[in-house]
């Protein structure tokens, strides 16, 4: 018998604790944190449920262990057993001949969350030659992504020093319970020195017991509050005078345009106190450096997004918020191979780019918008990943799986991702999936979606292969670590099957390395930093550099400005005006409360154990949380006949779905729901999937391209008309 104690690093989500793992035999027989290695912190670990369970995961007996091939009809949850070898051979030539029939862009992938690393399904989708990757960036990421770009010429890390920082507005985000990590231990140390923090959320989270003020927002009227506070910081010229003159363009008409959001006014549409926007407004402006974190709270408000981002990205910038120690920092190229050239995204040709979905439908998110904003983030050297940032709007893939418009779209690869669960419209996504030729799913477990494949090929989890997060290469940080066993089984990196796809499809020189490590350590050589050293540290990290933009440029002899249009913060974004949107942040005006359908839907609260759709067949973790919530005030409530624990039916125009009612302090026009539930201990297969229509939050969403942004493709999971009902036990 042999026993060894790696490093390693949990990934049940996208933090990545560094863990110590007692190893027998090739199979972890322990595991506790790792203080040595970052990141860590005892009270997180204290807490998180989900990194002792890595042992009851890796055994669990629904594991994925084996390529299965579906024998039976598409749901009927017959499988056999096949080797890897016959499962890709037989993938690939089945892509082949759809790929000679209807072209590359027949294929279509789906992403997810951080579970793993997506750059090579990247990789091989541009050698491939299909644009149509999809996933969730449109509500998670990208609204912000995009509009810092093109307000600062490059996204920002939201920092929280809790010496320095004197005052944090936390909005739409909720540390406590979506990312129990040393970023909620941060707020908590900034707190117990005394400082303010205003947290903005229509629900009493976690968070926002620890705030000193909070402001219940109706769901998405948050883009009018950020005008409000903007009011009140030009009208008490509470603004960095100096950022402003110099480094700031369009703020005369900015500063017209708020003149329209008075809180008076602000105050009926968000259902809070006047008093307490222009509290919330001195506080950031007057207590600087202040910070400003956003959370998907934001990222899901349909065609609201962009313009609440607009408007808090120069709410930062007028009062001089940003690029400054304990304010928020612009990030920075990394030092290590960014996404941008390991995902090949300059090799897609452009006959390829010219069939992408969005193309004349999103005026931001597709290849011409892109290429304009990386000529400008060039400016500084700066590279964007280009393939989430263009990628395809999910609601016109799976219509064009339905209907063959433009073209059709006849296979699905889903990478770490449960389409059924955890993209909007689950209704139509069941009928797209039952429509196709060829579903391969990449898992760990048979999801509702993965039911549906034609194949699932078993793939490495947690401490089974090694980790490397880095932001997608926006910023230079990289942290993780090695696997700390072989994949038990015959399960493999995602990167595996993408290199052996690849190479049967004729891109044999564009894998080099032989394994997920061996690329993943060629990626940090530019670093100047081994892959033992860096494994031995958990991370690679760079001191922040602050106030770029007044470096002086030894080419001009000038300050080095932001990589935008005007060289300055664009308040008014001269990119907007040239695309046709509102170049100044001008909200999308809400549909109004009906009697049908009287209060605003939030889908997507968070809480521990789980993480989206994973972790409830752990009946230890499901234990911890057995039922879905309906979070509602104790008024909602009331009106509706409801008592605490009582079985609800939530209706939107989509669908309807059961919860049970938990009563928390909220915005009286707001209803919450827990998103992801199913109950994989039922039959794994049709009908049913796992029982995955009873208390699934998307059956009640739309991600219709329609009502989306039109310049991202953002559709609306918070502030969804709904409607309750009592149901019976
Ligand atoms: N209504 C509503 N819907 C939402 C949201 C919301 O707030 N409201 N949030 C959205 C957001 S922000 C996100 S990011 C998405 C998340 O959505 P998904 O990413 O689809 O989340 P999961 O359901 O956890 O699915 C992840 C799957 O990946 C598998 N997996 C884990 N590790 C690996 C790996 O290394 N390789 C592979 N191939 N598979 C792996 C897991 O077994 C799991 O089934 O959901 C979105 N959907
Ligand atoms: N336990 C757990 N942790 C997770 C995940 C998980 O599924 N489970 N998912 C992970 C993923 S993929 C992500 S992207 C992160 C997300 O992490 P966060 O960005 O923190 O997202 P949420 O936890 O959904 O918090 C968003 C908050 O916005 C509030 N909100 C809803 N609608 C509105 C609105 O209209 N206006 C405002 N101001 N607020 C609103 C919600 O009440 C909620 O408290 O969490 C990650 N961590
Ligand atoms: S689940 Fe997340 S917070 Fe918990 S140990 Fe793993 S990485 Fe850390
Ligand atoms: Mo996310």
Redesign the pocket.
Known sequence: MTVKTVAANCRF??YQCGLSVTVTDGRVTGVRPDPERFPHDAAIMRRCKRWPNAPAILDHPDRVNYPLKRTGGRGSGEWSRITWDQALDEIAARLAALKDKHGPETLATSI???HTTYWPLHRFMTLFGSPNNMG?GQI??NPGVWVNTLTYGWHIDMELDPHMTNCAIL?????A????SLFWETVKLYRAEGKPLIV????R?A??EAATLWLP??????PW?ALGLLHVVVRDKLYDEYFVANHCHGFDRLAEHVRLYPPSHVAGLTGLPAADIEKAARLYAAEAPSTLY????????GPNSIPVHHAIAALRAITGNLDYPGASHISEMPDFTPEADLELSAALPPSMRDKQLNKGKLLLQNYAAFERVRDLTMKRGGRLPLRYLTSAHPNLVWQAMLTGDPYPVRALIVMASNPLLTQADSRLIHRALHSLDLIVALELFPTSTAMLADYILPIAGVLEKPVLETKAGTANIAYGGDAAVRPYYERRPDYDFWKGLGERLGQSGQWPWADFREATAASLKPADISWEDFCAQGIYAHPSNYLKYSEIDSDTGRERGFATVSGRVELYSEVFAELGAAPLPAPQTQAPLTADFPL?L?T?????????S?HRRLPALRALHPDPWAEMDAATADRFGLAEGDAVWVETERGRARFVTKITPMNPD?V?VE??WWYPEKPAREPGLGDMWTSNANVLTSGDYATADKLVGTWT???IPCRLLRAGM
């Open positions: 989500c996208g997810g969350g951080p969730i998670c990421w909005w739409g985000v909720n540390p319970d979506s990312d129990n903005v959320d229509p629900r989270t968070t926002a927002v109706r769901p998405g009227a948050d509050l956003t959370g998907r709270g934001l990222d899901q408000l605003l939030m997507g609260a968070r809480y521990h154990p789980y993480y989206a994973s707001a919450s998103y992801g999971y918070n502030g």
